[in-house]
C-alpha cells in the first residue's frame, strides 16, 4: 500500500501518529492482505524477541501500523511519531476489532487503557518487521527473491528483472516506485509515499502475491526501508548495487550515513549472493566490505577485472546493445532504452538472474522488450516537425547527467539540438539544486528551468537556485565553447515550460522533460493536482500547432 510518488524514497512522515499512520489511507478494503492466514497466539509471534505481555493471549491473524486500516484480529504496532504516539489511537484501533498493541513502554499505558493485550519491547520497529513475516507465514521463503538498492536505476533494475523473469516462464511479483505486480498486471491497493513498503504491508503484499502463484519476486529496497528494518524479515537470494549519488540527505544527513543505510542489504544474515557494480566508487568499498562480511559477492561493469564484463555496448535504434561476458561465455543482449546507464541496469539485472539460476539465453527476448513507464518513455506527438520527446525520472544531478548522456550520443538518435526541462522538489535536500542546473547544461544546449513538486517551499525560490548553478556554469565556460552558447532560462510552471520547450524546439530536435516521470500528480503548497509529462506534451504540442484544440 505505498508509493514514492514524488521522491522515490520520500522522508518519512508521522504527523498523526505512528509513522504508518499516514493521511489518506482511510479503506481497509483498499489495503492488500491474503485471504487465508493462519491466527497464530501474541506468544508465539513474539517468541523470542524479548516481549513483556499483559492481557490475554489472543489469536492474531494481522498486522498493521494505521489504526484506521485495522482488520478485526490485527496486532496494531504503535510507535512513536514527530507529534504524537501511535497508542493514542488504541482506542481506535480496539474499535476496528485489533486484538493487541505491539509498542514500547511510553506507549504502554494508553494501549492498556484501550483494553488490549499489550506487547512491550525496547524496539518495536525492529521487532515488528519479524512478527510481520511470521503471521503472514514467512512468504519470500517460496520465492526466488530479488532485491535492488542504489541512487539510480532501481526501478529500471527491478521491472527488467521481472520483464526477463515472466520470459522464461516464472510467474514474478514486483515491488517498486511503481507499484506492485503479479505478472505485469497491476495489484490494486492504496499507495502512499515510499518506494519499499512498511514491514507489515510489504509482507501482507509478498503474501498475496504467493497466493497469486508469484514464485519469484524482484522488488527495489530503498534506503529508508533499510534503515527502518522494513526488510528485516525477507529473505533474499540475490540482491544487486547500482550506484550512489548525491539524495535524500534530508533523511541521513551525510553521504556516509546514506551508504551505510545502503549497505545494510549486502550481509550474510540479508541475502545469499550479490552483484554489485564495481564502476562505482562506492560500488568497490561495499565489494570490499561485504566480502570481510562474509557474502558471497560478483562484480559487474566495464572493467576488465569485473566477473560480468560489459562489452562493446553500442546504440541500436531507440535503444542498445552490449555483450556480457562472464566465466568465459559471452552474452549477446539487446534493450528497448538509450544510454550507457541504461546497458548497466540491463547488465545488473542479467547478473542476478545468471546468479540465481536462471538460463539468461531464456531471459533475453523478456529483457529486450522491457520498457519502463516514465523511464526514457518516448512521447509521440505526430507530424512531420515534430521533435523527439521523452520523459525521465532524472531527479538527481547523477541521473540528469547520465539521462543527457544517453539522448547526446552522437551515434543515438541523430539529434539537432537538446532542450532539457527540469526542476528540483520542495522540502528535500536544497544542496543538489544547483548542481542540477549544472549537469542540465553540461548535457543541454536549452535547459528550461521550471516546478517538480515545490510542496510548501515558493516555486520561484526553488527555480532560482537550479538556474543559479545552471548560469554560473555557462559564465565559467570557455569564451566560444559549446557550453558558452548555452541558455538556461526561467519556464515557469511546469505546464508553461513544457510549452515553452516544445516552442523553442525545431525538427530534429529532442526535448527531454526530467524529474517527475511515471507521476500524475503534481505537490503544490495547499493541493495536490492531476499532472502527468506525457499527456501535458501532447496537449501543448496540439496548443502550439491548432489553436483551436487549445486547453480552456
Keep these: 500500500m505505498t508509493s514514492e510518488n514524488t521522491e522515490p524514497e520520500a522522508s518519512e512522515r508521522s504527523d498523526t501518529g505512528s509513522m504508518g499512520h499516514q493521511a489518506g489511507i482511510v479503506d481497509p478494503r483498499a489495503v492488500l492482505r491474503p485471504r487465508h492466514v493462519t491466527a497464530q497466539s501474541l506468544s ?21 501500523l494505521d489504526s484506521r486500516v485495522v482488520v478485526p484480529g490485527d496486532l496494531y504496532v504503535a510507535l512513536p ?18 486484538v493487541a498493541v505491539l509498542t514500547d513502554e511510553d506507549g504502554e499505558a494508553p494501549a492498556r487503557a484501550a483494553g488490549l493485550s499489550v506487547a512491550v519491547v525496547d524496539q518495536p520497529r525492529e521487532v515488528m518487521a519479524e512478527v510481520s513475516a511470521r503471521c503472514y507465514g514467512r512468504p519470500t521463503r517460496s520465492m526466488t527473491c530479488f532485491g535492488v538498492t542504489g541512487t539510480n536505476g532501481k526501478s529500471t533494475t527491478v521491472l527488467m528483472l521481472a520483464a526477463a523473469l515472466r520470459a522464461v516462464g516464472r510467474h514474478v511479483g514486483s515491488i517498486g516506485t511503481l507499484g506492485f505486480y503479479v505478472d505485469g498486471a497491476p495489484l490494486q491497493a492504496t499507495r502512499t509515499t515510499v518506494t519499499t513498503p512498511e514491514a507489515p504491508d510489504l509482507q501482507a503484499t509478498l503474501a498475496v502475491m504467493a497466493e497469486a502463484g508469484a514464485d519469484a519476486m524482484a522488488m527495489e529496497v530503498s534506503s529508508h526501508a533499510l534503515a527502518l528494518h522494513r526488510v528485516d524479515g525477507v529473505e533474499f537470494d540475490v540482491v544487486g548495487f547500482t550506484n550512489l ?46 566480502h570481510r562480511l562474509g557474502l558471497q559477492v560478483r562484480t559487474v561493469g566495464f572493467g576488465e577485472d569485473a566477473d560480468y564484463r560489459i562489452a562493446g555496448w553500442r546504440p541500436s535504434g531507440l535503444g542498445a546493445e552490449f555483450d556480457l561476458v562472464h566465466d568465459g561465455i559471452s552474452t549477446a543482449a539487446r534493450i528497448a532504452l538509450p544510454g550507457e546507464y541504461n546497458v548497466r541496469n540491463a547488465a545488473c539485472a542479467l547478473a542476478l538472474l545468471i546468479e540465481a539460476g536462471v538460463d539468461p539465453e531464456a ?5 529486450a522488450t522491457a520498457v519502463i513507464p516514465g523511464r526514457m518513455q518516448p512521447v509521440v506527438l505526430g507530424g512531420c516537425c515534430a521533435p523527439r520527446v521523452y520523459v525521465d525520472f532524472a531527479h ?76 554560473e556554469t555557462i559564465e565559467d565556460a570557455e569564451p566560444g565553447s559549446r557550453l558558452a552558447s548555452v541558455e538556461a532560462i526561467d519556464g515557469g510552471d511546469r505546464r508553461s515550460a513544457i510549452r515553452e520547450a516544445l516552442r523553442l524546439a525545431r525538427p530534429g530536435d529532442c526535448v527531454a522533460i526530467l524529474g517527475k516521470g511515471h507521476e500524475r500528480t503534481q505537490q503544490l503548497a495547499d493541493e495536490t493536482i492531476e499532472f502527468d509529462d506525457v499527456a501535458v506534451a501532447a496537449e501543448q504540442w496540439r496548443a502550439l500547432h491548432d489553436p483551436q484544440e487549445a486547453p480552456q
Design 396 to 471: 538527481t544531478p547523477q541521473a540528469v547527467a547520465s539521462a543527457l548522456e544517453a539522448l547526446n550520443h552522437p551515434d543515438a538518435l541523430g539529434l539537432g539540438r537538446l532542450i532539457a526541462v527540469l526542476g528540483a522538489g520542495g522540502d528535500r535536500d536544497a544542496e543538489k539544486r544547483a548542481p542540477m542546473g549544472r549537469a542540465a547544461v553540461l548535457g543541454a544546449d536549452v535547459v528550461v528551468v521550471t516546478d517538480d513538486n515545490p510542496r510548501s517551499e515558493d516555486p520561484a525560490s526553488i527555480r532560482q537556485m537550479v538556474l543559479a548553478g545552471a548560469r
Design 363 to 367: 531471459a533475453l527476448p523478456g529483457l
Design 81 to 98: 511519531g514527530a507529534h504524537h504516539h501511535g497508542a493514542e489511537f488504541a482506542a481506535t484501533a480496539a474499535g476496528e476489532g485489533a
Design 245 to 290: 549519488g548525491r539524495d535524500h540527505l534530508d533523511f541521513h544527513h551525510t553521504m556516509e550515513s546514506y551508504f551505510e543505510a545502503k549497505a545494510r542489504l549486502f550481509t550474510p544474515e540479508r541475502a545469499r549472493r550479490a552483484v554489485i557494480n564495481a564502476d562505482d566508487p562506492a560500488g568497490r568499498r561495499l565489494v570490499e566490505q561485504a
Design 44 to 64: 508465539a509471534l513474539l517468541s523470542g524477541l524479548g516481549a513483556r505481555l499483559s492481557g490475554d493471549d489472543v489469536l492474531v491473524s494481522g498486522v498493521t
